[in-house]
Each structure stands twice: as C-alpha cells, then as structure tokens.
T-cell receptor, first 116, second 116 residues
Framework: AQKITQTQPGMFVQEKEAVTLDCTYD???????LFWYKQPSSGEMIFLIY??????QNATEGRYSLNFQKARKSANLVISASQLGDSAMYFC?????????????FGDGTTLTVKP | ETGVTQTPRHLVMGMTNKKSLKCEQH?????MYWYKQSAKKPLELMFV???????ENNSVPSRFSPECPNSSHLFLHLHTLQPEDSALYLC???????????????FGSGTRLTVV
C-alpha cells in the first residue's frame, strides 16, 4: 500500500487566492513526521514545512500552513495569497521513527500553476 | 559555498561510458542520500549513508555504484547505463539522531542525466 497519497496531479489557482494541496498518509508507527517540499522547474527540492505526529497545533511558516487531521491521516498544505512564484511541483513526505535512519517516503507530487 | 552542491548540473553519456556524479554538503550533516526522479515515477530512494556507512540500498542495479569517502561528500559512479536510467538524480543531506524523525532534508539542485 502506498504510504503517501497525493490525489491531485495538477492544480490551478488564481494569483492572490488560497489553495489547498491534499496529502493522506498511512502508518502504524505512532511517532512520525510529515513534510512538504517545493520543486520549481529548476529541479531543486526546497523544504517548506514540518508537522510532528504529537504536535497539538497545525504548523505554519509564513504563507504556508499545514492542516493536520490525525484521525483522518491527512496533512494538507494550504498556501495563502498565491504568487506566480508558487508555480511548482509540491511533494508530501513522511518519516517514521521506526525506520532506517533518515529514510523518507514521498508522494507522487502535485503540480501547482498560479494564474495571473 | 553553502547548502548542498551537485555537479555536474547536466550530463549526457553513452551507454558504454563511465561517469560520476558528485555531491557535497556544507551543513555539517551526518547523513546523505541519492534519489532518482523520473518523469513518470515518484521519487525513488537509491542509497542512504549514515556516518559514511551505507545503511540502505534500495535494490539498485549494480551499474550504479555509490561512494561516501567522508560525511561531506557523496559520489554516484555510473557505468554501462541504459536509456531508462535517464532521470534527475537528487542528492540530499540531513542531521540524524537515533529515534528522531523531525529532521527534513536539504536537497541539491540535481543532475539531469541523459543516456543516449
């Protein structure tokens, strides 16, 4: 079974509007971390935001926030006030405490296009 | 330099050639990774090195040979590749501690490899 599922291959959003990118995950490990990365067309993956399984509050980093619903095993990324520079591919990833050190599982990604 | 540096950025090689990809991190991290990103597949973990020791080899064909001479440098030696090996090869690093799962990766910009 896939551990990270991103069901939206592509998304469009109007500049200055908010957009939600979906991510669901599957794990039996009670201790895990969830991450979002951005990959512009240049290729480099950029870390955006992190949410721990025991965190009580949703993570926020500037215009990025993570809508963490533990019971539903979802960790959606919300980008507020979209900018043209937000056009990129976005990956959701998970690390479990009881796996080989450092190993992360990535979703297939969502391509976001911001329209002017 | 800062962050994770990958060279070369682009590489075209014949199936009988031997080449190497280089990754260098200036962050003092103790773990390094090779990922393969193909057009039609999700990110695939290839190798994990923790404190210079290989801790993961994700069923990678022997035509890919990693080398980690120290915690700052990681190489991927390539020989007799196939056209289906054409992809973006991403190097990443992280700071690992036993039982800790909240460290994200810092990625390099990748090497775009074309096998002809």
């Amino acid at each position: 079974a896939q551990k990270i599922t991103q069901t939206q291959p592509g998304m469009f959003v109007q500049e200055k509007e908010a957009v939600t990118l979906d991510c669901t995950y599957d794990t039996s490990d009670p201790s895990y971390g969830l991450f979002w990365y951005k990959q512009p067309s240049s290729g480099e993956m950029i870390f955006l935001i992190y949410q721990g399984s025991y965190d009580q509050q949703n993570a926020t980093e500037g215009r990025y926030s993570l809508n963490f619903q533990k019971a539903r095993k979802s960790a959606n990324l919300v980008i507020s006030a979209s900018q043209l520079g937000d056009s990129a591919m976005y990956f959701c990833a998970m690390r479990e405490a009881n796996t080989n050190a450092g190993k992360s599982t990535f979703g297939d990604g969502t391509t976001l296009t911001v329209k002017p | 330099e800062t962050g994770v540096t990958q060279t070369p950025r682009h590489l075209v090689m014949g199936m009988t050639n031997k080449k190497s990809l280089k990754c260098e991190q200036h962050l003092g991290h103790n773990a390094m990774y090779w990922y393969k990103q193909s057009a039609k597949k999700p990110l695939e973990l290839m190798f994990v090195y923790n404190f210079k020791e290989q801790t993961e080899n994700n069923s990678v064909p022997s035509r890919f040979s990693p080398e980690c001479p120290n915690s700052s440098h990681l190489f991927l030696h390539l020989h007799t590749l196939q056209p289906e090996d054409s992809a973006l090869y991403l190097c990443a690093s992280s700071q690992e501690e036993a039982g800790r799962y909240y460290y994200g990766y810092t990625f390099g910009s990748g090497t775009r490899l074309t096998v002809v």
